[in-house]
């Protein structure tokens, strides 16, 4: 089946520990994102990439990296520099025909839950 | 900025329809409307999305205005398992999808 992949699904840290979130999807989409919810909230933008080795920061980006070496990865690093990183994190993903395309059908996976300690 | 509102809650009774409202004012003219979902502490599931003319899926029916500055999400017959977050989002593929609070569906018995 194909689908977006996140791991790990729980995942807990010290204070000052940088942690990275994997995100794996097999759709063939040229699209990933990172977004970011707090309990109670929407989701908020931290980063995303229309193309491999092209990437761009997001509503939130302070704090946090990516890279994109491989079309189907997209792992996120929560670092020590993120001032409150205990969040849900939703990885996603779209087909990417340019900006004058058109629709653009965002699939989600099923999201990282990250708690400092 | 948030670019669409909607009412932070709503209730519908099992079996019913729900009607879920979105105001989008300052929508653009190549940009599209677009439903989402979210069961308590899953990711979001795409639900329609609509240009100009009113949609239909196996999921749900999506009405726009004719001026485009509001839509209106329905679920013909609500059930126990549509209770959940449903968001309306504007964009096209130029912009990334901003998701406000939403809208907090209860289906009640």
């Known amino acids: 089946d194909g689908g977006i992949t996140q791991s790990p699904k729980y995942l807990f840290r010290k204070e000052g520990q940088n942690v990275t979130l994997s995100c794996e999807q097999n759709l063939n989409h040229d699209a990933m994102y990172w977004y970011r919810q707090d309990p109670g909230q929407g989701l908020r933008l931290i980063y995303y990439?229309?193309?491999?080795?092209?990437?761009q920061k997001g509503d939130i980006a302070e704090g946090y990296s990516v890279s994109r070496e491989k079309k189907e990865s997209f792992p996120l690093t929560v670092t020590s520099a993120q001032k409150n990183p205990t969040a849900f994190y939703l990885c996603?993903?779209?087909?990417?025909?340019?900006?004058?395309?058109?629709?653009?059908?965002?699939?989600f996976g099923a999201g990282s839950r990250l708690t400092v300690l | 900025d948030a670019k669409t509102t909607q009412p932070p809650s709503m209730d519908c009774a099992e079996g019913r329809a729900a009607n879920l409202p979105c105001n989008h004012s300052t929508i653009s003219g190549n940009e599209y409307v677009y439903w989402y979902r979210q069961i308590h502490s899953q990711g979001p599931q795409y639900i329609i999305h609509g240009l100009k003319n009113n949609e239909t899926n196996e999921m749900a029916s999506l009405i726009i205005t004719e001026d485009r500055k509001s839509s209106t999400l329905i679920l013909p017959h609500a059930t126990l398992r549509d209770t959940a977050v449903y968001y309306c989002i504007v964009g096209n593929a130029g912009n990334m999808l901003t998701f406000g609070g939403g809208t907090r569906l209860m289906v009640k018995p």
């Open positions: 990439s229309q193309i491999v080795n092209d990437f």
């Open positions: 996603a993903s779209s087909i990417y025909l340019g900006p004058a395309s058109g629709a653009n059908v965002l699939t």
